[in-house]
């Protein structure tokens, strides 16, 4: 079975501070990995994925994130943050032999003050 | 022009009340999903359809029921409504089961 862990649940930071955020995953195969980011009010929306290549990827916004295979993690980072990157964000693993079955992590609460 | 839309937004019933919700997406995708996420915000798959065809079924009690009548359309109907029901339910679609996901913007089911 995978599955996903995001250490941090609620992440409170000051604007232009540096972000990263944590994501754990188990699976005992390839995967593919995503970060998605809901906004307040809205439906989430991806930010970056990896499926294979370089394992330091960027997204949107300004967010990367690294892949580290060794370690199981693929955490989220941002060398400065702003008000409006107050969000929740979900870390997701995708087994490629697990029938397309997409697990999501718990979410972290990001607030950013102003 | 919505990629992924959900029809009603917001739904307030009553208990024991039989309600549907429907998804619609124009991306041409052939994999739909339905998530219930709960207040504290954890997302959680209910079902997952490819080509029309159930491929993932969570453990998820059986007055909900998927209908996908074509591979645009993925409805979700909740028969005998209970407060536990209350959530706000995401329709998703991607290209095969392994792409990222583009999520509708929810219907927040209120059971009251």
């Known amino acids: 079975a995978q599955s996903v862990s995001q250490h941090n649940h609620h992440v409170i930071l000051s604007e232009a501070a540096s972000l990263e955020l944590g994501c754990n995953y188990s699976y005992g195969g390839t995967v593919n990995l995503f970060w998605y980011v809901q906004y307040p009010g809205q439906h989430l929306q991806l930010l970056l994925k990896?499926?294979?290549?370089?394992?330091l990827v960027k997204g949107i916004k300004g967010f990367e994130a690294e892949f580290i295979k060794s370690k199981f993690s693929f955490n989220l980072r941002k060398p400065s943050v702003q008000w409006s990157d107050t969000a929740e964000y979900f870390c997701?693993?995708?087994?490629?032999?697990?029938?397309?079955?997409?697990?999501f992590g718990d979410g972290t609460t990001l607030t950013v003050k102003p | 022009d919505t990629a992924v839309s959900q029809t009603p937004k917001y739904l307030v019933t009553q208990m024991g009340n039989d309600k549907s919700i429907k998804c619609e997406q124009n991306?041409?995708?052939?994999?739909m999903y339905w998530y219930k996420q709960d207040s504290k915000k954890f997302l959680k798959i209910m079902f997952s359809y490819n080509n029309k065809e159930l491929i993932i079924n969570e453990t998820v009690p059986n007055r909900f029921s998927p209908k996908s009548p074509d591979k645009a359309h993925l409805n979700l109907h909740i028969n005998s409504l209970e407060l536990g029901d209350s959530a706000v339910y995401f329709c998703?679609?991607?290209?095969?089961?392994?792409?990222?996901?583009?999520f509708g913007p929810g219907t927040r089911l209120t059971v009251t």
């Open positions: 991306l041409g995708h052939d994999t």
């Open positions: 990896y499926f294979s290549g370089d394992p």
């Open positions: 998703a679609s991607s290209r095969g089961h392994q792409s990222e996901q583009y």
């Open positions: 997701a693993v995708n087994g490629i032999n697990n029938a397309g079955k997409s697990t």
